[in-house]
Antibody
Framework: QVHLVQSGAEVKKPGASVKVSCKAS????????IHWVRQAPGQGLEWMGW????????DYARNFQGRVTMTSDTSISTAFMELSRLTSDDTAMYYC???????????????WGQGTPVTVSS | QSALTQPASVSGSPGQSITISCTGT?????????VSWYQHHPGKAPKLMIY???KRPSGVSNRFSGSKSGNTASLSISGLQAEDEADYFC????????FGGGTKLTVL
């Protein structure tokens, strides 16, 4: 069965960077795009961008361009999301999610990671 | 401010039916069939319940159904059960990905 397992909780100081991992299992990692989404406390979900794990192609939401970098390591079936120049507004739960359509950039997210809480505090 | 508008909360008694709305624009919900709904129990991974407006993934109870009229999509749950108590959010996946703010369903 398909699983996306994310790395553990992070606490960072303002101005620092955070890198969250998302390890996939149960399917061919390079066949499905991975998206990253976050949810700040008391807020709705916010789409951050996607990565094609096979080619490394990415598309980032305008709000995060210049601060986010998404990468993948096919040898360990893992996607990564790095966010730099953190502020308190970046305190949120970060999720990875798989697009449910084969090799499509967009579609419903049929599997999600369990979430990685990131706290930014001085 | 979420791109798609959902009510903050809905409630119903066991056995009853409820409907959660998700209002967007003609550029997202109204213009395409690309609306999905997710169930989210706190501390767990969100679960896909409906996609392409009204399709149910394998394994999702037929008590859950989706529809759309104009710029508003809806998730209906019939025969409410205690385990349905969760947050529900909608999403539109067109030229970009948009989400609703989420609706907390309370089973009384």
């Amino acid at each position: 069965q398909v699983h996306l397992v994310q790395s553990g909780a992070e606490v960072k100081k303002p101005g620092a960077s955070v890198k969250v991992s998302c390890k996939a299992s149960g399917y061919t990692f390079t066949d499905y795009y991975i998206h990253w989404v976050r949810q700040a406390p008391g807020q709705g979900l916010e789409w951050m961008g996607w990565i094609n794990p096979n080619s490394g192609d990415t598309d980032y939401a305008r709000n995060f361009q210049g601060r986010v970098t998404m990468t993948s390591d096919t040898s360990i079936s893992t996607a990564f999301m790095e966010l730099s120049r953190l502020t308190s507004d970046d305190t949120a739960m970060y999720y990875c999610a798989r697009v449910g359509y084969y090799y499509e950039t967009k579609g419903p997210f049929d599997y999600w990671g369990q979430g990685t809480p990131v706290t930014v505090s001085s | 401010q979420s791109a798609l508008t959902q009510p903050a909360s809905v409630s119903g008694s066991p056995g009853q039916s409820i409907t959660i709305s998700c209002t967007g624009t003609s550029s997202d919900v109204g213009g395409y069939k690309y609306v999905s709904w997710y169930q989210h129990h706190p501390g767990k991974a969100p679960k896909l319940m409906i996609y392409d407006v009204s399709k149910r993934p394998s394994g999702v109870s037929n008590r859950f159904s989706g529809s759309k009229s104009g710029n508003t999509a809806s998730l209906s749950i019939s025969g409410l059960q205690a385990e349905d108590e969760a947050d529900y959010f909608c999403s539109s996946y067109t030229t970009t990905n948009s989400f609703g703010g989420g609706t907390k369903l309370t089973v009384l």
